[in-house]
């Protein structure tokens, strides 16, 4: 039977939490490292309803993108939201590996996830940071060739919208056709300039900026913000799969109730 650490061991092997943003806090973050999992719940966010959808599924183990502590805490009560988050979880005997700027990086995760999510081919790198101990290159982004080239930025944003399932993708037109796509899951706006060095027409990203939007159409970029959560949350049922093929005893499913957190009129 696989124990919270044995799953931590597996997902430092795909996704080696030693490549992380220094600024980041990815890593085993909550629990006993040595708890029997029978059930694991994956999801790109632990909020107070993941908590308690995995207590209430019976799981002994959350692996999620975002960091369930990211700033220091002073003080765990019930009187802020990471309080009641981790009173949640350690009182219901659920612990929380989170994997986030590492799996980023990583080969196979999410903007490998996102290129593929895409229909990207050819894909490579958008900016290699280094080697792993492993010797596998790692790094923020990908790069690929799209399957239609030839569309204009409003089309491929519509493609973008329906392959995502975004609640809106904001876009500005640098006059260019979509042939090669840069992708970076999450907010990646300081990497138009990768983008165009990488001989990129088009990037899609989330949580830009109104100057990065006037900054990609004067650099004859086309520009799409596609939503933090929809170009993230793509990894979510390749790494529940693959949780799944490592140990074929648990059951694994990713989170049935976390959603986009906003809608558009």
């Not at 909020?47 to 993108?65: C, D």
């Not at 492993?134 to 399957?147: E, N």
């Not at 500005?172 to 042939?179: H, Q």
Request: hydrophobic share 45%.
């Amino acid at each position: 039977m696989a124990e919270v650490k044995d799953i931590f061991a597996f997902l430092d092997k795909i996704a080696p939490f030693r490549i992380q943003e220094g600024f980041d806090n990815a890593g085993f973050l909550a629990g006993r490292g040595n708890r029997n999992v029978t059930k694991l719940l994956v999801s790109l966010d632990i909020t107070e309803e993941v908590a308690e959808e995995a207590e209430r599924w019976g799981a002994e183990l959350i692996v999620a993108h975002h960091p369930v502590i990211f700033q220091p805490v002073k003080s765990v009560t019930d009187e802020t939201v990471t309080g009641r988050i981790l009173l949640r979880l350690l009182e219901g005997g659920v612990a929380a590996i989170c994997a986030h700027t590492n799996l980023d990086a990583a080969e196979g995760g999410v903007n490998s996830c996102l290129a593929q999510a895409l229909e990207l081919t050819d894909i490579g790198s958008l900016q290699q940071a280094g080697e792993d101990d492993q010797g596998r290159p790692y790094g923020i982004g990908r790069t690929g060739t799209v399957h239609r080239p030839g569309l204009n930025a409003a089309q491929y944003a519509a493609f973008v919208k329906e392959r995502l399932g975004s609640a809106s993708v904001r876009f500005t037109d640098g006059g260019r056709p979509v042939r090669k796509v840069a992708v970076g899951g999450g907010a990646c706006g300081s990497m138009l300039d990768d983008a165009l060095h990488a001989g990129c027409d088009t990037f899609v990203t989330a949580d830009l900026k109104y100057n990065q939007f006037l900054d990609a159409k004067a650099m004859g970029l086309n520009l799409l913000d596609a939503g933090h959560f929809p170009t993230e949350n793509v990894v979510c049922r390749p790494l529940a799969e693959q949780l799944s093929a490592a140990f074929p005893g648990l059951e694994v499913r990713v989170s049935q109730v976390h959603k986009e957190v906003f809608a558009c009129v």
